[in-house]
C-alpha cells in the first residue's frame, strides 16, 4: 500500500477486519491501530507525508474488568493443602508474586544477587523489569519471605517452570480450591496492587513505583 494512498477509510476497514476476520478484541485492535499509526508519524516527520491521514481518528473505548484475588481467596489458596507437589509448588510461586507483583519474567529470574537490605533495615528486592526496562524495587514481606526460604536452593530461589505449564497448572489449582476466577500468572501482580497495597490504603503513587510501572496511567 503506497503511503500517499492512505486515507482514515484504511483504518475503519483494518478495524472491521481485525474484529469480523480475526475476532480481536477492541483493547487488541487499539494496539494494532496504534503500530499502524507510529509508521505514519515516522513518514511524516521523515517528509514522506505532507499531512496526517489520520488526524481525526479516535480509538474506540473499552472497559476492562481487572481480576484479581479478594482477601478471602488469597487465605484459602494459601491454607490448602495439595496432595500433588507440582501443583503446591506453583501455588507457592504464584502467592509469592501476589505479595511481591512480580511478572513471570522477573519471577523466573530471581536470584540471591536481586535481595538486598533496604534503607529501612529489611531485605528488598531490586531488580530491572525486562518489558520496561525500569528498575523495580519491592520490599520482602513475610509471607514471600517465608516461601524463598522454603525453596532456598543455591542461587536459585523459587522452582524452574514455563509459562505455560504455569498457568495450566493454575487452571486446575482454582478449580480444587474453588476459585470462580480463570487464574493466570498475571493476577498475582494485579492481586499484590489491590488486595494486598491498595486495600491497605497503600497510595497511588506508590503502586505504580513498586510495579515498576512507566507511568501512572498504566496504574490506574
Known amino acids: 500500500i503506497l503511503l500517499e494512498s ?9 478495524d472491521f477486519y481485525l474484529k469480523l476476520e480475526l475476532g480481536h478484541k477492541q483493547i487488541t485492535i487499539n494496539k494494532s491501530i496504534q503500530r499502524v499509526r507510529k509508521i505514519i508519524k515516522l513518514a ?6 505532507q499531512k496526517d491521514p489520520f488526524i481525526l481518528y479516535k480509538p474506540k473505548r473499552y472497559t476492562t474488568k481487572v481480576v484479581f484475588l479478594s482477601n478471602e481467596e488469597l487465605n484459602a489458596l494459601e491454607k490448602y493443602q495439595f496432595a500433588q507437589k507440582r501443583l503446591a509448588q506453583v501455588r507457592d510461586m504464584f502467592v509469592f508474586c501476589c505479595y511481591t507483583g512480580l511478572a513471570y519474567a522477573e519471577m523466573s529470574n530471581l536470584s540471591k544477587e536481586h535481595l538486598v537490605i533496604g534503607f529501612d533495615g529489611n531485605t528488598w528486592i531490586q531488580m530491572f523489569r525486562q518489558k520496561t526496562n525500569t528498575s523495580v524495587s519491592v520490599p520482602l514481606l513475610n509471607k514471600a519471605k517465608e516461601i524463598l526460604e522454603k525453596y532456598n536452593n543455591n ?14 497448572y493454575l487452571k486446575e489449582i482454582a478449580v480444587i480450591v474453588g476459585i470462580a476466577k480463570r487464574l493466570t500468572h498475571h493476577i498475582a501482580r494485579k492481586t499484590f496492587a489491590s488486595t494486598v497495597l491498595l486495600y491497605n490504603d497503600v497510595p497511588m ?9 512507566s507511568s501512572m496511567k498504566i496504574t490506574q
Do not use: C, R, W
Not at 542461587?155 to 495450566?168: A, G, R
Open 6 to 14: 492512505i486515507k482514515m477509510n484504511f483504518l475503519k476497514d483494518f
Open 155 to 168: 542461587n536459585e530461589l523459587l522452582p524452574v517452570i514455563t509459562n505455560q505449564k504455569f498457568n495450566s
Open 205 to 213: 503513587e506508590i503502586v505504580s513505583e513498586l510495579l515498576g510501572h
Open 44 to 49: 511524516l516527520a521523515e517528509g514522506y507525508l
